[in-house]
């Protein structure tokens, strides 16, 4: 016989309803995402947004944990007689506008094979890199021997022969601009290579030079900023500035950033108020971010399910708000991406998704669910600052600020928000310092 359900809302409970009724319920928009269900009328219970794909599926759920020895029938699961009142069929059928979705789920092998396979590709990209960095040493003291050499035989006339035609060379290849493989534009193909051998002088001092630009620029914006949404805006804007310098310090060209962040004042051009500019503006956020994570060495693969579920998310969306909170989600994956390519550890980034997803299950609203969302980014990106060389007391010194703005007494939840945003720009840039001056 199969499982039959109970629903509570309000401290009401209806039941037993079969799978395909509440199924039904879910399609009609009879349930609400903060409904509770459970396979017997004491609990323990479970929110419909935590369980609403397997019931759309028509899956069983409850399967696991202390549901899975619970009976199909108890005394409490009597069927309804003929003629009693449907409780689940008179549900208020309005969805509201503080419903909550779900966090965004990234597909993760699920079996030994898939995981075994998983483990070995890791293992491999592991060993490639290795083995290249190593190579590349080996070319890098062969090529200053071959120089030694040129010009000890040719002396300074052939020098200069084979300067101008080191430079000839250089300029056939940036005649190919032809799109690779992850989605970059690069001129020279012995220019993404060289991004292994650190960035030269002139590169660091213009991304440093960058950085104080745009720490300047937000610092301005916050002067003629009004409202505490205008503050949001803003400082999403230098996020997606700061992220940019990330990417290019990455190996990403200039011109595919700034291609990115002028989407932005076209965003800005066709949005009807401040929530549709601030949703636009954490698009661009969020593709700036996949542009950062592809040039740390991501896989296609990863990016794709990580861009399609956030899509999913967006289309589910019912407002603005649901919008935003679902696209902050796909940019804290996408940070939990990056830093877990730039070399932060596997249990730091399992911590921190843990507390993330705690922090998002107990949200009772949207804004909450922002707020929550937005420090889970503030934390990845913490962490793949330290793996990258950052002082840890500067990291813990942001999140602690980040805890204490928490504290402060009569702060609202679009203040809150926007602080975390700030939190999330401050950090990084500390990531990108530290990328930099490697």
């Known amino acids: 016989m ?11 409970v209806s039941g ?18 903060n409904d509770l269900l459970s396979l017997s009328s004491d609990g323990p219970w479970e929110r419909v947004a935590a369980v609403h794909k397997e019931i759309r599926a028509g899956r069983p759920f409850f399967n696991q944990g202390a549901n899975a020895n619970k009976p199909t029938e108890t005394p409490q699961s009597k069927p309804q007689e ?41 293992e ?9 960095t190593i190579m590349l040493a080996w070319v890098r003291g062969g090529l200053v021997a071959v120089f030694i050499v040129v010009g000890v035989v040719f002396a300074i006339p052939h020098l200069k022969k084979l300067g101008d035609l080191t430079a000839s060379t250089t300029q056939d290849s940036d005649v190919d601009t032809n799109p690779v493989s992850d989605g970059s534009n690069v001129k020279n193909p012995l220019k993404k ?7 030269n002088k002139k590169e660091r001092e213009n991304l ?13 914006s916050e ?15 230098s996020c997606i500035e700061m992220t940019a310098i990330v990417a290019e310090a990455l190996g990403a060209e200039a011109s595919d950033t700034r291609a990115i962040m002028s989407k932005r004042s076209q965003n800005d051009s066709s949005s009807k108020n401040v929530f549709q500019q601030l949703a636009g503006q954490l698009s661009v956020y969020l593709e700036i971010m996949t542009l950062a994570a592809r040039q740390s060495g991501v896989s296609s693969r990863d990016i794709s399910t990580c861009l399609e579920s956030a899509g999913l998310n967006d289309r589910a969306a019912k407002n603005v708000n649901q919008q935003i909170a679902g696209r902050a989600d796909a940019v804290q994956e996408m940070a939990r991406l990056l830093a877990g390519k730039l070399g932060a550890s596997r249990d730091r980034l399992s911590s921190i998704s843990d507390s993330a997803s705690s922090s998002d299950r107990n949200a009772e609203t949207v804004y909450q669910q922002m707020s929550a969302r937005q420090a889970g980014i503030v934390r990845f990106l913490g962490a793949a600052a330290v793996a990258q ?13 980040m805890a204490s703005d928490d504290r402060g007494g009569g702060i609202t939840a679009p203040q809150q928000f926007a602080a975390r945003i700030n939190r999330a720009f401050q950090m990084t840039a500390v990531l990108a310092k530290a990328i930099v001056v490697k």
Do not use: C
């Open 2 to 12: 199969s499982n039959e359900y109970f629903v509570r809302r309000d401290g009401k």
């Open 16 to 33: 037993p309803h079969s799978l395909a009724m509440i199924r039904k319920s879910l399609e009609e928009k009879k349930l609400k995402a």
């Open 82 to 122: 003929e003629g009693q009142e449907d409780w689940l069929g008179a549900i208020d059928e309005l969805v509201e506008d503080e419903k909550l979705l779900p966090p965004l789920k990234v597909v993760r092998p699920k079996n030994k094979t898939e995981k075994h396979k998983a483990s070995k590709e890791a």
């Open 124 to 132: 491999n990209d592991e060993r490639l890199t290795k083995n290249l």
């Open 193 to 199: 290579l060289g991004r292994l051998l650190r960035l």
């Open 208 to 220: 440093e030079s960058s950085i104080r630009q745009i720490e300047s620029n937000l610092v301005q």
């Open 223 to 237: 002067r003629t900023s009004n409202t505490v949404f205008q503050q949001q805006v803003g400082r999403t804007q």
């Open 389 to 401: 060389g950052a002082e840890r007391s500067d990291v813990a010194e942001i999140e602690a600020k």
